[in-house]
Nanobody, 124 residues
């Protein structure tokens, strides 16, 4: 069993930056692809990005490409989401998740363990 805990959310003005962390406990996540998702009020949870387990390759949603960067520190069992040039439409609860398999999957069904989420609010 693995537990994922996100942190780093908060309130920021448009154009600002935040860095979210996702720290795992219970089991190592170094061998797993790890994804980030977000869910705005009254909307479905949507894919933000994913990082692979070996060379740090990433895949991003078009809406965040060029602004968000995912990285990982396997020694700390932690994955990060650096968010720059934030927009009001980035406001959502952000979740990290562990992929079921070695795939840059965008569907929520491809992930088995989820954190509780952290709120990001971007004011205009």
């Amino acid at each position: 069993q693995v537990q994922l805990v996100e942190s780093g959310g908060g309130l920021v003005q448009a154009g600002g930056s935040l860095r979210l962390s996702c720290t795992a406990s219970g089991r190592t996540i170094s061998a797993y692809f790890m994804g980030w998702f977000r869910q705005a009020p009254a909307k479905e949870r949507e894919f933000v990005g994913v990082i692979n387990s070996n060379d740090g390759a990433t895949r991003y949603a078009d809406s965040v490409k060029g602004r968000f960067t995912i990285s990982r520190d396997n020694a700390k069992n932690t994955v990060y989401l650096q968010m720059n040039s934030l927009k009001p439409e980035d406001t959502a609860v952000y979740y990290c998740a562990r992929a079921r398999s070695a795939s840059m999957a965008v569907s929520t069904t491809a992930y088995d363990y989820w954190g509780q989420g952290t709120q990001v609010t971007v004011s205009s």
